[in-house]
């Protein structure tokens, strides 16, 4: 996923916004130093995984996210994962579960349009 969020950061940043990115390397254990340090700064989440969302690990993150730092945000987190379905081997209809980079963008304006 990394590599279609580098390319929606460059529409969100002809949009005028200025995003945070974290790659989490390791997700065991995972980095709260900083996801926190990155939610005081800009008060708001948005996870984008490769993994469906049912029983994916941003459930667990924005569960955490929450539990330490949910006085910090400003909205709640979102998340953006593949479809709840089998990933299918050819690369077109894959392309069509799995996030892109168009839907990221979308849901960066969203958040950052809608009235707290």
Known sequence: MRHHVLQAVKGIEAQGFDPEVIDLI??????????????RKTHKVIIVE???KTGGIAAEI??????????????PVMR????DIPTPYNGRLESL????P???VE???KMMLARV
């Open 26 to 39: 390791s997700l065991k254990p995972i980095d709260y130093d900083t996801i926190g340090a990155s939610i």
């Open 50 to 52: 490769e993994c469906m």
């Open 62 to 75: 924005i569960a955490s996210i929450n539990d330490r730092f949910f006085d910090e945000l400003d909205a």
């Open 80 to 83: 953006l994962s593949s479809q």
């Open 97 to 100: 579960t799995i996030v892109q």
């Open 102 to 104: 168009k839907q990221i």
């Open 107 to 109: 849901a960066v304006e």
